[in-house]
Structures are given as C-alpha cells and as structure tokens.
C-alpha cells in the first residue's frame, strides 16, 4: 500500500507522488494545525499514517522537512484558488470581498485555531528558518496578490490598501480565535466595506456580491 503512486491531482507536470507521502502530509496537517508543530512527534505521525520511521525518512529528511512541505500545501491551495479567479473576468472588489467572506467563514467554524502561517511563524521565529521563510514567501505572495487586486481599483493608493487589507486580515484572524469569532468576523468586512469605498473609482448602486468558494483555511484530510 505504501509504494502505491499516482499523477499529482492538479500540478500539471505528470509527477508521481507516493500515497504514503500523502497520508503523512495530511496527517501532519490535521496535527500541526489543531495542536502545534513543536508538540507534534515524528513517531505519532508515523503511527498516524500508518507508515514506518524508514517511510518516513525516505520522504522527509526531518520534521522541519515535513512542517514546511505543510505549509506548502496551504500555500499552493490558496494559490491555486485565487490564481483562477484573477485571470477570469470577476471584478477586483468582488474578489476582495469574497475573500473577506471566506476569512469570516473560516473563524467561525469549527477547529478554527487561528492562521496556520501566522501559528508557525510564532513557533519558528529565526527568520532563517525554512519554515519560517515558507511563511514569508507566501506572505509576499498574498499581499502581492491583493496589491495588484487593488491596482484595478486604485492607481495611487494600491500598495497602502493592499497593506491595509493583508493588517485587517491578520488582526481578525487572531482575534476570531482569541476572542469572539462574530464580532472579529464583522470586523473585518467592515474593514474591506470601507476600504473599498474609499478606494473605488466608481459608485456602484449596491456593492457586488462576493466571489464564493475561496478556501484560506489549511487543506482538510
């Protein structure tokens, strides 16, 4: 069952990727997440996914190999999402806006434990730590994202209001675990209401419906 392979659901380049790998990814993205890296062992992983140590190691050098293959996966799902919806024909605010409302969604379920970047950043904090710059490569990537998202509404206030967005982001995202999930969730959508409102070069009647089916949260097992 371990040696099992199959094509890379959505990579595009014909890759084969162990089944074994893909538990313990999963496994270690379910425990990482809801508990901590540091708290985590190689050896409850491993029984987890029902793998051995040599499985393991064959796969991941360490650990650490594994936490930032984790945060990989979180990376290249929100990347994946959000890259489809930039190069369709969705208007920048009705995607900033549905991001926003999938944040709110996120808070408010069950599990939630706060950003799983922002988590391990926390645990990981020497800057020259390979998690820590998985971290901060996706980091620049989102607020690159929504920059660029607001350069469509604004020409000479998009890197201020991507700022501004990717702060009100991460100031709900802690405080919808640390505090109350409703208040923080409609914090934030009061936010970017208003920072497109400010921003925007048109008046619409009515703000446009946010984009559905955007997923921030880690990738469910």
Not at 72 to 78: F, K, N, P, Y
Not at 117 to 123: D, G, R, S
Not at 148 to 163: K, M, P, V, Y
Request: glycine content about 10%; some cysteine.
């Amino acid at each position: 069952m371990a040696d099992m392979t199959h094509t890379e659901a959505g990579a595009g380049t014909g890759r084969r990727v162990s089944a074994a790998r893909e538990r313990l990814l999963g496994t270690a993205g379910r425990l990482f997440y809801a508990e901590g890296i540091h708290t985590v062992g190689v050896d409850r992983l491993v029984a987890e996914s029902k793998v051995t140590n040599a499985t393991f190691y064959r796969h991941f050098r360490s650990k650490d190999d594994l936490a930032v293959a984790y945060i990989g996966s979180v990376d290249q799902a929100i990347r994946t999402q959000l890259d489809t919806l930039t190069t369709g024909d969705v208007p920048a605010d009705g995607i900033l806006r549905g991001i926003g409302a999938s944040l709110v969604e996120q808070i408010r379920s069950p599990g939630y434990r706060g950003c799983a970047f922002l988590n391990a950043a926390a645990e990981f904090p020497d800057p020259a730590h390979p998690v820590h710059r998985a971290v901060v490569q996706h980091r620049d990537w989102f607020l690159r994202t929504i920059t660029n998202l607001f350069a469509e509404i604004t020409t000479t206030q998009a890197d201020h209001a991507g700022r501004h967005f990717v702060m009100l982001r991460d100031g709900a995202m802690s405080a919808g675990y640390l505090g109350d999930p409703a208040l923080a969730g409609e914090t934030l959508l009061r936010g970017i209401d208003g920072l497109l409102r400010i921003h925007t070069t048109r008046t619409p009647s009515s703000p446009p419906a946010p984009v559905t089916d955007i997923d921030c949260s880690p990738p469910s097992t």
